[in-house]
């Protein structure tokens, strides 16, 4: 047979074994983060436990995103790619210990620990699509992948809930669970097509502090991208800290956990809905007024919460759905100049830094609950109206994006 022939057919192999690789990834690494979670809402401790957990799955991003992109230009990406997959099967075993042993602590160590192999992926999964597909290819590729992340943290996040319920008492069955799912992720892996190191000549930096500096200062220069960076760390630190007001506010309301998922789920299936009716709507162009739009549908969302005392399980899922969709419209233009905003040269660089400071902006969801809550003892509909405040503030500080973007009609909204 024709190599030339046959080479897409095997390409496509590895791009749907991809595919499953990383959802089965994200799927696993949401679950086990809301199962223990859930584990730690009916303790004495939650309020110190439950935000330590949404710290510690943000922070490996945070230390290790830079040292990964490194290693998958060094190494060949597939090689990268099977390494975390088998890491995931060992660190999973140490989660059924956890379970068995009802180790608060070393499940929160497990949450680190699946962080960190995500962390590793990250550059990899997205590093292999252009050696996967072909170029005229390449934005399916990226557009099946970003769904599936998608799909799978939605997923992750409902049936965690599922999980501990069917399992309450015995969550170490949930752990099997997990771990037979990563022992497919494992086998999907080594499907991938083999591909050889982009640089194996690569001289590997240990310290990423220069490369973020260089890169923060290229930001810096540009107010409108500037802007941009900073509006989606806040967008992704907004998420998180709604995701523990939801958690614990269901938990108050005595709603069982898989409701509690549910609500969650309605969150993310409302940005995704949201992302997709703006990208739809904006056509060809960034349209910067759906950031304004998505400030104050976001901010009334959030504060109707409060205001109406919402304690039902369907008014609450409406309302995040809301919320969410809002949400998304406010994140597309920001996302899109993101992207396309950078020289080319220095677009991956770019795009590195906004993930690491969106994952500060996660961490500092978990600092910023843990205050509000057992320093300031704020009530679960108070910190909701934090939420709303700190969504008007955002959008003060986000008020010129518009005029920014007239100097750069490429970019702007006619």
């Known amino acids: 047979m024709d190599s030339s022939t046959d080479q897409p057919k095997r390409s496509l192999v590895g791009f749907w074994s991809l595919f499953l690789t990383q959802f089965q990834g994200a799927f696993n690494d949401n ?62 075993i140490l989660a059924i210990l956890g379970f068995v042993l009802n180790s608060d602590a070393l499940l929160v160590m497990v949450v680190f620990l699946l962080s960190t192999q995500s962390a590793f992926f990250g550059p990899s999964k997205y590093g292999l699509l252009p050696e996967l597909l072909p170029e005229k290819r390449l934005s399916w590729g990226n557009g099946v992948i970003q769904f599936g992340t998608t799909m799978a943290i939605i997923a992750g996040t409902v049936i965690a809930g599922e999980l501990y319920v069917q399992f309450e008492g015995s969550q170490h069955w949930s752990g099997v669970v997990l771990l037979g799912l990563s022992m497919v992720g494992l086998l999907c892996s080594t499907r991938i097509s083999r591909v050889n190191p982009a640089a194996p000549d690569h001289q590997i930096r240990v310290n990423p502090i220069p490369e973020l500096s260089n890169s923060f200062a290229i930001i810096r220069r540009d107010r409108l991208l500037f802007l941009a960076v900073m509006g989606e760390s806040f967008f992704w630190l907004l998420g998180a800290l709604m995701q523990f007001c939801v958690m614990f506010y269901g938990k108050e309301l005595k709603l069982p956990e898989n409701e509690i998922s549910y609500m969650n789920g309605a969150l993310a299936c409302g940005i995704g809905f949201g992302c997709f009716l703006a990208g739809f709507l904006s056509q060809n162009k960034i349209a910067y007024g759906f950031v304004r739009i998505g400030v104050i549908g976001l901010m009334i969302s959030i504060l109707l919460i409060p205001l109406l005392k919402l304690d039902t399980f369907p008014s609450m899922a409406a309302c995040l759905a809301a919320v969410g969709f809002f949400g998304g419209f406010y994140l597309v233009p920001l996302a899109t100049t993101v992207q396309q905003r950078p020289g080319i040269k220095e677009k991956g660089a770019v795009i590195a830094l906004s993930s690491t400071i969106s994952f500060v902006g996660v961490a500092l969801s978990s600092l910023i609950y843990y205050v509000c809550k057992t320093q300031l003892g704020f009530s679960l509909l108070q910190i909701f109206m934090v939420c709303g405040a700190m969504t008007f503030a955002a959008g003060i500080y986000l008020r010129q994006l518009r005029a920014l973007a007239a100097g750069a009609p490429d970019l702007a909204e006619q």
């Open 31 to 92: 679950a086990f983060k809301f199962i223990v979670i859930f584990m730690v809402l009916g303790k004495a401790t939650a309020d110190n436990w439950a935000p330590l957990v949404g710290f510690v799955f943000a922070v490996p991003f945070i230390l290790f995103s830079a040292f990964a992109g490194q290693l998958a230009t060094r190494y060949s990406k597939r090689f990268v790619t099977v390494g975390t997959k088998i890491a995931e099967v060992g660190i999973m």
